[in-house]
């Protein structure tokens, strides 16, 4: 059965009535005939209905044992690090996502747990750096917003050598385009607040396991801290995931064309899309994300500045100006001064993330639509370019 058909029917019809979409269990608790002896639900934040429903779906379309749901990616993200103890190190991608690099350096370096950062592009810089006390590989790829593409199963390999974890961060390939519990992952995280749920109307977080063990112990601490998914924001992962492989076939068109656009542009300087035969690592991607590319298109203007990064940001009308990415409407952000403002401008430059650059999450409207937008958005910059040489 193909993959598509096989997530639409892992989503069961209700037992109890035959509803064909999911109840959402709104309750607290649950009534026990004698204690303990219950349904197999017996307090909200242990387990519930319908976040199992979603947990069960998540963990079958990453192909691994075990599947949870948190409040966030990040609390999913944070989930996974309290696997570690004092004393042990994560060696991570250097391109990480900035709330990952924010919760690894400054909460759970509180905790004696450190961090080291390593350009993965190369698998050979994660063989290089990592020792005995690495105890967990953390990977994203593609990565925000240079879309750095890593190879997963080389890699896992070098972290099961040391006997360390793998953890992917599957947030821009979402499983439609990329598993990679089967390049040999042991765990997956996502931000359901993009690709999953893919309509911006949540904030969402996953786990999924390769294993029961690992997924034993997820278990435990997705319980302890309590971080959990509510049962409203699970059903709509649930209905996002009903449309997923639709949607990441139509992004990842969109965005091919768009960036095969941006790459023949005056005005533009650097594409960055693994899509595109250029890109580093191409044949990478090509091969673990069965060919699809993703939904993220990044480019560098020619006139390399805030100010003209500003002008076309602030210049298209389909494309929002908002943070985030993987939602039905096409969003752009300006990194340099949205979502990577934190970081030190040297960090940020030498991470490949100019003063230009502009990151576009192509949507589902109509790719000659989009263009459309991104060509004026630019023309209006020629006309700013021309009026200042005129007032110089
Ligand atoms: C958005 C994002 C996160 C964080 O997820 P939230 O749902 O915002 O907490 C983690 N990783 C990546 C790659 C993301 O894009």
Redesign the pocket.
Known sequence: MNNSTKLIHSIPVDKLTGSVSVPIYQTSTFVQEAPGVHKGFDYARSNNPTRQVLEDAVAALEQGANGFAFA??????DAVVKLLESGDEILAVDDI?G??FRLFTHIYSKFGISVKYVDTTDAANVLDAITDKTKLVWL?TP??PTLKISDIAAIAAIAHNQGALLCV?N??ASPALQQPITLGADIV??????YLGGHSDL???LVVTATRELGEKIKFIQNASGGILGPHDSWLVIRGLETLHLRAKEHSANALKVATFLEQHPAVDRVYYPGLETHLNHDIAARQQQGLFGGVVSFTLKVDTVAAATTVVTATSLFKLAE???GVKSLLCHPATMTHKSIPEENRKSAGVADSLIRLSVGLEHPDDLIQDITSALNSLKVQVRSSFATA
């Not at 966030?72 to 993200?77: M, N, P, Y």
């Not at 995280?189 to 993009?194: F, G, M, P, R």
């Open positions: 966030s990616g990040l609390a999913a993200i996502y709330g990952a994203e990565t925000n961060d947030t821009f995280v996502h931000s359901a607040t993009k904030i969402a977080g985030s990415l993987g």
